[in-house]
């Protein structure tokens, strides 16, 4: 069983950044793959970002290539989104979420096991 807890998210302008936080629990946090999601208002639970359980193995959404980075460290049991430029259209709660890791990354909410409970990002014009 890991438990995920997501900090970090906040009030920012548009074109401001912002670093999202996951801490997991448990002592097998590297045979984990990790992901970022999102849900805006009104609106499905989308994939962001994805990182295997070895860190060598990324994947974004293609609405925030470029200006999201996802990362991790698993000596400290915690996964990071970085985002820059941000945009209004990027305010949503951003749940952190694990899969096991198999050696690829996985973008379907469905196939994620653990889930945290969320962290709102608002993104001011």
């Known amino acids: 069983q890991v438990q995920l807890v997501e900090s970090g998210g906040g009030l920012v302008q548009a074109g401001g950044s912002l670093r999202l936080t996951c801490a997991a629990s448990?002592?097998?946090?590297?045979?984990?793959?990790m992901g970022w999601f999102r849900q805006a208002p009104g609106k499905e639970r989308e994939f962001v970002a994805a990182?295997?359980?070895?860190?060598?193995?990324?994947n974004y959404a293609d609405s925030v290539k470029g200006r999201f980075a996802i990362s991790r460290d698993n000596a400290k049991n915690t996964v990071y989104l970085q985002m820059n430029s941000l945009k209004p259209e990027d305010t949503a709660v951003y749940y952190c979420?694990?899969?096991?890791?198999?050696?690829?990354?996985?973008?379907?909410?469905?196939?994620?096991?653990?889930w945290g409970q969320g962290t709102q990002v608002t993104v001011s014009s």
């Open positions: 990182i295997g359980g070895n860190a060598g193995t990324t």
């Open positions: 448990g002592r097998t946090f590297s045979t984990y793959g």
């Open positions: 979420a694990g899969f096991i890791w198999l050696g690829f990354v996985i973008t379907r909410r469905n196939q994620y096991a653990y």
